[in-house]
């Protein structure tokens, strides 16, 4: 089995391990008594603190420890806002933030504050100019992530920091996906990272707050962790967190261009092996582990059995692969296809091999599903000569991928010019069918003025 969802969690790194091991009979004890095992403990919390400082690029007594890197979002983003509630209560962030910051922005817009969000171009690219225009006096804290965990990209943070510090607000980074590449650059405020995504042990995050930020956090006071993160010490786990992101650092410059090197072929050959295939992210500015592609007429869901059938563990941003059967907030603020989505993110040490036999089961996996669908064979080369009048597709009630997949049928038998308007009461045919007509070559006219009762109804015009 090839496990290709690094960016969910990662496995967990030799270095690790073993330092999980040797800290069980080391660490075990409370790191603020003074006896001989409380100080050994402490010798070995504070050598962890060091260490992992180093690679975020802060100083260690502004790095706290804590039960995950959610948490640490959660406690950056309310310690923020409370700690400059008399400048304001706006809180400014990019649409393809991960779900931590979209709860906790949730949480502060129910509260009585006010929320900004920054949108992004079709590789979920923020610009840097739009997110420092979105900075007003009232900005109590900016958060962007350093790099996008369905998709890649990589955001300008260097950027944004600047602009951040500019105009005295600070910036929490995300670093969740890019800690294990390198240090983030810029002057940011705050940095979450979570040691499940570079190797480490679940149940570690971390949240570094450089001295100078106004914080002030929330809950019920601890002298543990600066007061930041309430509660007993994992010691045994955040040595191993600290001495696993110390180790992949010492490996990231070999191995982000040997994965990049996979990652690119995975990007050039997936178009060429399986029609209508969209490639989404920045193909340059991104991780060098991770692929994210959208596959026309697929459902995403049992695209992802028969890979698994097939041996290899994937990921997806489909509507059908979630128990809501919205698309993914990235995929759906890109503007890009939801459905037959795929993402792959290769760990550490993955082979050559493992990707050919991916790519060779691929074409298979893919053919299967729409066959199972009765998807269209291919796109039509031209268009015909018959049916001229405008045609109405009635797909209330079905879900990804068929209301498109009924369109592409109902494309492929008009002619140049005429409209087929799609009945649909799926949420992701919203999405789906402007990012289909983009892909196809065909114009989107947008949702008719008269929508039925149930549903939108979705009008496209053939153009070629």
Not at 82 to 102: D, K, P, W
Not at 282 to 289: E, G, S, T, W
Not at 351 to 358: G, M, P, Q
Not at 376 to 391: F, H, L, M, T, Y
């Amino acid at each position: 089995m090839s496990y290709f969802d690094a960016a969910s969690s990662a496995p967990l790194h030799p270095v690790a391990r073993e330092a999980l091991l040797a800290a069980l009979d080391e660490g075990w004890a409370d790191p603020a008594r003074l006896y001989r095992e409380g100080r050994r403990a402490r010798l070995l919390l504070d050598a962890a603190r060091e260490a992992a400082a180093e690679a975020v690029g802060c100083r260690p007594d502004e790095l706290v420890f804590t039960p995950s890197g959610t948490r640490s979002v959660h406690t950056g983003v309310a310690g923020v806002l409370a700690g400059r509630r008399r400048v304001g209560t706006r809180l400014v962030h990019s649409a393809v933030e991960h779900s931590s910051v979209l709860h906790a922005a949730e949480t502060h817009e129910a509260a009585g504050g006010t929320v900004a969000v920054v949108g992004c171009d079709r590789t979920g690219r923020v610009a840097a100019e739009e997110f420092a225009a979105a900075l007003t006096p009232d900005t109590a804290l900016a958060v962007l992530q350093s790099a996008n965990h369905e998709v890649g990209t990589e955001q300008p943070v260097p950027e944004a920091a600047e602009a951040c510090r500019a105009a005295g607000v600070p910036l929490l980074v995300d670093a969740a996906q890019s800690l294990a590449w390198g240090a983030v650059e810029g002057p940011w405020s705050l940095l979450a990272g979570s040691a499940h995504k570079w190797g480490g042990p679940a149940g570690v995050g971390l949240l570094a707050v450089r001295k100078g930020t106004r914080f002030a956090h929330r809950g019920p006071a601890d002298e543990r962790e600066s007061g930041r993160a309430p509660g007993f010490e994992n010691i045994p786990a955040v040595v191993a967190a600290a001495a696993s992101l110390r180790a992949v650092r010492g490996e990231a410059l070999t191995e982000a261009a040997r994965l990049r090197g996979l990652v690119d072929r995975i990007r050039s050959r997936v178009p060429e092996l399986v029609p209508d295939v969209a490639v989404v992210g920045d193909p340059v500015r991104r991780l060098p582990h991770l692929v994210t592609f959208s596959c026309l007429y697929v459902d995403g869901e049992t695209l992802l059995h028969a890979l698994d059938r097939a041996g290899f563990s994937v990921s997806s941003g489909s509507s059908c692969t979630s128990s809501t059967l919205t698309p993914s907030h990235v995929l759906k603020a890109m503007g890009v296809l939801s459905e037959g989505n795929v993402r792959v993110s290769l760990p550490a040490g993955t082979d050559e091999a493992e990707v050919d036999r991916f790519l060779a089961v691929l074409p298979e996996a893919v053919a299967g599903v729409r066959e199972q669908l009765g998807a269209p064979a291919a796109r039509p080369a031209r268009a015909p000569e018959g049916v001229s009048g405008d045609v109405v597709v009635d797909a209330l009630g079905a879900r990804c991928p068929v209301p498109v997949i009924e369109l592409a049928k109902a494309v492929a038998g008009v002619a140049v010019g005429t409209t087929v308007t799609v009945l649909s009461d799926d949420e992701v045919a919203a999405l789906d069918i402007p990012a289909w007509c983009w892909t196809q070559g065909q114009e989107y006219l947008g949702e008719a003025a008269e929508s039925p009762e149930r549903g939108a109804a979705y009008v496209v015009r053939r153009r070629v």
